[in-house]
């Protein structure tokens, strides 16, 4: 009887299924979170919607201290230039909806693509603003530096004071 020795190529494909396996989970996580719906958001009774009982969330309208964060100390009828200056200057961000007072826009996280919505409404002598995360419980405070990030942005390009 005639002994085999393995040939070793068993060894070497393994890191390779695991590669793909790997390619195929980030694909359809990215589509997944692609393709999840936005959650409330819009205008109600003035405002923007509040937040949901989730730690991914900012909101100026918003009296709980988790939420809560200072509206753009920016006059309403400079919305169209704050939404400039917010295209310009966030990252992988883009304009939904833009109609009188209202902004929609959506940002997605550079590696698995997870989609964020940013809402700014304006008002008289502010702009109500509001950022929230589509998908998970925690955002680890992605969405309060956005809006910190365009607060210091719309500083800089003389847009707000």
Same mark, same amino acid.
Request: glycine share 8%; charged share 25%.
């Given at each position: 009887?005639?002994?085999?020795?393995?040939?070793?190529?068993?060894?070497?494909?393994?890191?390779?299924?695991?590669?793909?396996?790997?390619?195929?989970?980030?694909?359809?996580?990215?589509?997944?979170?692609?393709?999840?719906?936005?959650?409330?958001?819009?205008?109600?009774?003035?405002?923007?919607?509040?937040?949901?009982?989730?730690?991914?969330?900012?909101?100026?309208?918003?009296?709980?201290?988790?939420?809560?964060?200072?509206?753009?100390?920016?006059?309403?009828?400079?919305?169209?230039?704050?939404?400039?200056? +917010?295209? $310009?200057? %966030?990252? !992988?961000?883009?304009?939904?909806?833009?109609?009188?007072?209202?902004?929609? *826009? @959506?940002? /997605?996280?550079?590696?698995?693509?997870?989609?964020?919505?940013?809402?700014?409404?304006?008002?008289?002598?502010?702009?109500?603003?509001? +950022?929230? $995360?589509? %998908?998970? !419980?925690?955002?680890?405070?992605?969405?309060?530096?956005?809006?910190?990030? *365009? @607060?210091? /942005?719309?500083?800089?390009?003389?847009?707000?004071?």
């Amino acid at each position: 009887m005639e002994s085999r020795q393995p040939d070793g190529h068993g060894r070497r494909r393994w890191p390779w299924v695991v590669l793909a396996g790997v390619v195929v989970l980030a694909g359809g996580v990215r589509l997944a979170a692609a393709l999840a719906p936005p959650p409330a958001i819009g205008v109600v009774g003035g405002s923007l919607q509040d937040c949901p009982r989730r730690d991914n969330c900012v909101h100026s309208g918003s009296e709980h201290p988790r939420y809560a964060i200072a509206p753009l100390a920016c006059p309403g009828d400079r919305l169209p230039e704050v939404v400039d200056v +917010a295209l $310009a200057q %966030l990252e !992988r961000t883009r304009l939904v909806e833009l109609t009188d007072g209202y902004a929609h *826009l @959506r940002s /997605a996280s550079p590696v698995w693509g997870f989609v964020d919505d940013l809402e700014l409404l304006a008002h008289d002598d502010e702009i109500e603003v509001r +950022a929230a $995360a589509r %998908l998970g !419980r925690r955002d680890f405070d992605v969405n309060r530096e956005r809006v910190e990030q *365009l @607060r210091a /942005a719309l500083v800089d390009a003389g847009v707000c004071p």
